[in-house]
């Protein structure tokens, strides 16, 4: 039976999420007009003229003015009468560039009040594992205290020298992977978990780094074989690594040992002039050994798994003092093999050959040396498949077990097919999902005609269902734009839109094209000029350039040049609004996990720095049956 769990941090009821839901659905349904139109059409349709009353130049000075600070519990109430200050009842033009900007704010993540602080949850989790490791009870041998608190302040410094990430990955992969094998770890130490099935897997940093680090059981999953044949050569590269990283850590640790020689022959000739079954003397020296150390009692869980099925060490009655151990001190002793432990009997143990540091330090090497042979034959089994919201994950993994699902900015449906898996399997006990490429999720209720899905990217809860909410792909691909990054210093492409803007106006006006299968791509880098890029675009298009001598495209450029700062204000307004579309699709998300009767907590965290990677945030969740 698995032993209750400590708490986790508060978690937004779902009676409070549905109503944040509520109120944003009434900003945005306002709003979205601004993001549901593609500036590819920006000047072809008018859409300045059609959205907005100000002029760009009073837009982009107002935007680019800092806002006051708000927080979910002090924000402003906006209601319908608020809005109607920020758009015109009639036209529908955003008329107030200031509120509109402030109610954008207020319906963030950092301040609408919905997510769980990471420290919060990294802490509730952290303490739960500390308690969770110290099996010693009062009667617990000194030796034992001493062993423990040696191996883990010496894998600790192991630790320290593990794998650095940005030696093998970008910074923002780096960032990412570190930042959630944490968290990952944290939570499966918390479930009691050993299994993980990373879904999208991609290239496998984020397993390979759990496995390696953490010694989990991974099982990526990805329905590219590229991308798995690369996860494979990738992680056998890694694994070199690792043990490079390892022999380093143990290098330093020896060094270390070696030199305090004449420390640790002062704590021997202090124990042998101690009479041995002077309690309150050894105990005194116990605390003095264990102050700078872990003050636990416990042999990681890697060891513990790896030394299982060794032969269980006959104990020998000890003075009538230490004749009491406790089970958790026998559980301790019965991981080890007859040869790596002496008995705990006077009349076996001569204290003048032998001292207790050194006894402990024979533990401790064994030890070491099996948790050692454990990580190095950690496991981690890329796999390719394609993964629906009806897949069944023991058709992929023989070996299903309990286990907690996490995907690493999941593109589309992936992440929110994701979530339901985890509330359907009775196996998945947790879920860690980041997920990505909004623009790519199915929705519900856009081009019903067109589509005969049964199971959709959007909407997931009840209540967007019931109201029929469509958000248009347009909104949802300026939900992956970045306001963070935008916000110290890293303009928008402004140039290169515009130039696609104008070589909109130019194919319908000559060509009378409005709408194509073909796409332009990144001509824009490969171009050295206006005149360059239309060329290129048009051939790509498959387009007679002959009919537009370079006069006639310059003609356009200069037409439109100084209705520039029209499209790089109307960005920026989309900008300001991503947000808010990114809030829609992740409350969605955590509605319908709350919806659920099988789950016991569920949140949003923001894991990752949003400069680094604006895709920062994860949606958790633990089933109840995992707190048991």
């Known amino acids: 039976m698995r032993r209750t769990r400590g ?3 508060a978690q937004l009821p779902a009676a409070e999420a549905e109503e944040r839901l509520r109120h944003l659905t009434r900003f945005l349904v306002r709003a979205l007009p ?25 837009v982009l000075q107002a935007l ?100 650095k990430t940005d030696e093998f990955m970008n910074n923002k992969k780096s960032h990412e992977v570190q930042a ?40 990526g999953i990805d329905s590219s074989k590229t991308n798995t044949n690369g996860a494979h050569e990738r992680n056998r590269k890694l694994k070199k690594h690792w043990k490079t990283y390892q022999s380093r850590a143990r290098a330093n640790s020896e060094t270390q040992r070696l030199e305090k020689p004449m420390k ?37 869980e890697v060891a513990i798994s790896e030394t299982s099925k060794q032969t269980e060490i006959s104990l020998a009655q000890a003075q009538s003092d230490e004749s009491k151990l406790s089970e958790e001190a026998l559980a301790i002793l019965n991981v080890l093999p007859a040869d790596a432990v002496e008995v705990f009997s006077s009349s076996h143990c001569n204290y003048g050959e032998i001292c207790e540091e050194e006894k402990a330090q024979r533990k401790m090497a064994f030890i070491k040396a099996k948790v050692s042979k454990s990580r190095e034959s950690n496991l981690y089994f890329p796999l390719t498949s394609y993964i629906s919201a009806e897949t069944e994950l023991s058709d992929i993994i023989t070996d299903l077990e ?14 929110a097919n994701t979530l339901r ?21 199915s929705e519900q209720y856009e081009n019903q005609e067109d589509c ?78 206006f005149l360059d890029y239309v060329r290129k675009s048009l051939k790509k298009l498959e387009l007679d350039d002959s009919k537009l001598p370079d006069s006639c495209i310059m003609d356009y450029y200069e037409k439109y040049e100084h209705r520039m700062n029209e499209l790089e204000a109307f960005n920026m307004l989309k900008v300001v609004l991503a947000p808010c579309v990114e809030v829609l699709i992740l409350l969605d998300r955590l509605c319908y996990l709350k919806e659920q009767n099988n789950i016991a907590w569920s949140g949003l965290v923001k894991l990752f720095d949003p400069v680094k990677s604006p895709r920062c945030y994860a949606v958790i969740a633990l089933k109840k049956q995992s707190c048991l």
């Open 7 to 9: 708490s986790l941090p």
């Open 421 to 441: 898996i985890f509330t359907a399997k009775p196996e998945i006990k947790a879920v860690c999902s980041v997920g990505c490429c909004y623009h790519l999720l």
């Open 180 to 219: 959630m094998s944490e968290l990952v770890d944290k939570i499966a130490k918390y479930c009691g978990l050993k299994q993980v099935i990373d879904i999208g897997s991609g290239k496998g940093y984020l397993s390979s780094f759990l496995s390696m680090q953490y010694n989990l059981k991974v099982y």
């Open 452 to 529: 005969t899905e049964e199971v959709w990217g959007f909407p997931m809860c009840q209540y967007l269902k019931d109201k029929g909410w469509c958000c248009g792909r347009n909104a949802r691909m300026s939900a992956c734009l970045a306001l963070e990054r935008v916000a110290v210093g890293q303009m928008l492409p402004t140039e290169s839109l515009f130039y696609r803007a104008v070589l909109q106006v130019i194919i319908e006006e000559t060509y009378g094209v409005t709408k194509s299968d073909r796409h332009v791509g990144k001509i824009f880098s490969k171009s050295s000029s």
């Open 64 to 163: 680019r003015r800092p806002l006051p600070e708000a927080s979910g519990t002090a924000a402003v109430r906006w209601d319908d009468d608020s809005f109607s200050d920020v758009f015109c009842e009639d036209s529908k033009k955003l008329i107030n560039i200031h509120l509109f900007a402030l109610a954008a704010k207020h319906y963030s993540l950092p301040n609408l009040g919905v997510c769980t602080p990471l420290e919060e949850v990294l802490e509730a989790l952290r303490g739960e594992s500390q308690r969770a490791s110290v099996p010693c009870g009062p009667h617990c041998p000194t030796g034992l205290l001493v062993l423990s608190a040696r191996i883990q302040k010496n894998l600790a410094q192991e630790e320290q020298a593990s794998i």
């Open 264 to 300: 640790n022959e002062v704590k021997c000739k202090a124990i042998n002039e101690k009479p041995l079954n002077n309690n309150s003397s050894l105990q005194s020296q116990e605390q003095g050994s264990t102050q700078d150390s872990v003050p636990s009692c416990v042999f990681t």
């Open 34 to 58: 601004l993001c549901r139109a593609h500036t590819t059409e920006f000047y072809t349709r008018g859409l300045w003229e059609q959205l907005v009353a100000a002029r760009p130049e009073v």
């Open 402 to 415: 309990d286990c907690i699902m996490v995907g690493l900015h999941t593109c589309g449906d992936l992440a």
